[in-house]
């Protein structure tokens, strides 16, 4: 069974069973001496994402409303997962909740996993348009964001 494992899981030291996996920019998060041991010593395989696998992890974090609050490692590590179509051990909620919206298995690290999917909309207070990013584009107001779930 492959597992899919984000920086967390070598800085708070949590063992996983399977064959782990990872991204070159994981280990680059990586900064303390004893998480980047970790990581050498336990046989993880540091492989970067398929291009297509990218535009896939960005997409569903688009349509589930998490693009804005997912870094460009935290869609690498999804996309990894999407790969391998493996387990994502990972205590970033919304992560998760991609990764659970594409069926993909989810192991926390130490906090519980999330309880329900949820989408995140983000409209204009102001004009009701529905949009990405920081300021509405016709008003330039800051947009309210819902979760549906």
Known sequence: M???ADASVFILGKPLKGEVI??????????????????QISDVRIE??????LKRATDAARETGDLSRLSKTDLE?????????AALATDDYAL???????????????????RRLIKRTQRCPGCGRAF??????????PPKIRKKG
């Open 2 to 4: 492959y597992i899919v």
């Open 22 to 39: 990872t991204v070159p920019a994981v280990e680059q998060e990586l900064k303390d001496i004893r998480s980047r041991i970790k990581l």
């Open 48 to 53: 970067p994402p398929t291009k297509e696998t």
């Open 77 to 85: 590590v999804l996309a990894k997962a999407i790969e391998y179509d």
């Open 96 to 114: 998760q909740n991609v990764a659970a919206h594409l069926g993909l298995r989810v192991e926390p690290v130490v906090q519980r996993g999330i």
């Open 132 to 141: 990405e990013g920081d300021l509405c584009p016709v008003c330039g107001t």
